[in-house]
C-alpha cells in the first residue's frame, strides 16, 4: 500500500541554519504532494504542497520539489526562524483507493536563538 | 470562515468507559476525516465520509469504534469500551473535493483523549 517516509527527529538547529527534513513515498498512481505543520497547541495546516511532477510548492520560505524519478519530496528553508519550531509531516494523497491522505510519522524541529 | 470545530478538546476516562467527540467541519466541505494520532506518530485514518456516506473505514476497530455522520454535516466518533492504547489525539479534518483529487484538509485543534 502507500505509505510516507520522513527522516526521524528531533532536528535541532541555530537561528538561520539551513533546514532540509527528507520525505520519500511509495505510491501505486501519481499522488499529491503535501507537507503539513503543527505548531505547539495547534492543529495541523497546510505548508505547502504539488500535485505533479517536477512541481515546485513554497510558502513562508520553504520549498520542496515533487520528484518522480527518486519519489522524493524533501521540505527546504534557507534560514529558519525560532518561530518556525514545529512538528512538520510529509503527506500524500492520491485518487485512487478513495483519495485519503496518508502522513509520515513527522519530524519535530526546534530551532535555537 | 469559521474553521472546523471540535468537542471536547480534553477527556479523561476509565478503561472500558465509554466516549464520544464531535466535529463540525467548514461549511460546504463535502469530505470529512477522522485520524488517531498516537504520541510521537502521524495521524492514522480512522474513516473518511463523503457527504453522509464512508468511503472508507479500513482501520476503523469496529468492534469498538462507531461514527456517523448524520445529514452530511457534524459528525461523531464514539469508543465502545475504550482501551488503554486507545489513548491519543482525535483529529477530524474536512476538505472541499466531493470527489475526484483530494485537495487541502483542513483540520480542528483535536480531541486529547487518556484512557486511565
Given amino acids: 500500500g502507500d505509505s510516507v517516509t520522513q527522516m526521524e527527529g528531533p532536528v535541532t538547529l541555530s537561528e538561520e541554519a539551513f533546514l532540509t527534513i527528507n520525505c520519500t513515498y511509495t505510491a501505486t498512481g501519481y499522488p499529491s ?81 | 470562515e469559521a474553521g472546523v470545530a471540535q468537542s471536547p478538546r480534553y477527556k479523561i476516562i476509565e478503561k472500558r468507559q465509554s466516549v464520544a467527540f464531535w466535529c463540525n467541519p467548514i461549511s460546504g466541505h463535502a ?16 474513516i473518511q ?17 462507531s461514527a456517523e455522520r448524520l445529514k452530511g454535516v457534524d459528525s461523531t466518533l464514539k469508543i465502545q469500551p475504550a482501551k ?15 470527489g475526484g483529487h483530494t485537495g487541502e484538509l483542513f483540520f480542528g485543534e483535536g480531541s486529547r483523549l487518556t484512557v486511565l
Wanted: proline share 2%; charged share 20%; glycine share 10%.
Fill in chain 1, 33 to 113: 504532494l503535501f507537507w503539513y505543520v503543527q505548531y505547539p497547541g495547534e492543529g495541523l495546516q497546510l505548508l505547502l504542497k504539488a500535485t505533479k511532477a517536477d512541481d515546485k510548492g513554497s510558502n513562508k520560505g520553504f520549498e520542496a520539489t515533487y520528484r518522480k524519478e527518486t519519489t522524493s519530496f524533501h521540505l527546504e528553508k534557507g534560514s529558519v526562524q525560532v518561530s518556525d519550531s514545529a512538528v512538520y509531516f510529509c503527506a500524500l494523497s492520491e485518487g485512487t483507493g478513495g483519495f485519503k491522505t496518508i502522513f509520515g510519522a513527522g519530524t519535530r524541529l526546534f530551532v535555537k536563538a
Fill in chain 2, 31 to 46: 469530505t470529512l476525516y477522522w485520524y488517531q494520532q498516537i504520541l510521537g506518530q502521524g495521524p492514522k485514518l480512522l
Fill in chain 2, 49 to 65: 465520509f463523503q457527504n453522509n456516506g464512508v468511503v472508507d473505514d479500513s482501520q476503523l476497530p469496529k468492534d469498538r469504534f
Fill in chain 2, 84 to 98: 488503554l492504547e486507545d489513548s491519543a489525539v482525535y483529529l477530524c479534518a474536512s476538505s472541499l473535493v466531493a
